[in-house]
């Protein structure tokens, strides 16, 4: 099996503890990550969240449970949907100037054999370029104060 790994971060103008807040507002997480939506009230090890990805009819739900849960250093996921498996997570590291550096990480077991090894090899530099582009948002409303 193919395995599809994605790490991106981006340094946030504010300190861990308001990044962490704004990170684990999972109901907020459409207003900043691309075409998805989050329920569920994981704040410990064992929460469950269902993050719905899509435009439309067209997407999928990714369902997670938390593993790891280390606020305001650490979160972790392990990914359980029929479709998507695989783990996740966010690390918070302090920087100076009261910055923090966010680093985003996926690693998903592709599915489908040969044909899901050709789609990750499209699918996955189009993906990464989702997830900056939604970590660059989420640092702009976590320094407006939002």
Request: charged fraction near 20%; proline fraction near 6%; charge should be neutral.
């Amino acid at each position: 099996m193919t395995t599809g790994e994605v790490t991106a971060s981006v340094v946030v103008h504010a300190p861990p503890e308001r990044v962490w807040a704004m990170l684990v507002a999972w109901e907020r997480q459409g207003e900043w990550m691309f075409a998805t939506s989050v329920d569920g009230t994981a704040d410990e090890v064992g929460g469950r969240l269902a993050a719905r990805t899509g435009v439309g009819p067209l997407g999928f739900t990714d369902h997670m449970i938390v593993t790891a849960w280390e606020p305001p250093t650490r979160c972790d996921v392990l990914h359980v949907g029929r479709l998507l498996r695989g783990d996740g997570g966010f690390r918070l590291e302090p920087v100076a100037g009261d910055r923090t550096r966010l680093v985003w990480w996926e690693r998903i077991a592709v599915p489908f054999g040969p044909l899901g090894k050709v789609a990750w090899a499209v699918g996955g530099p189009v993906f990464s370029v989702f997830v900056r582009r939604s970590l660059r948002t989420f640092a702009r409303l976590v320094e407006a104060g939002a």
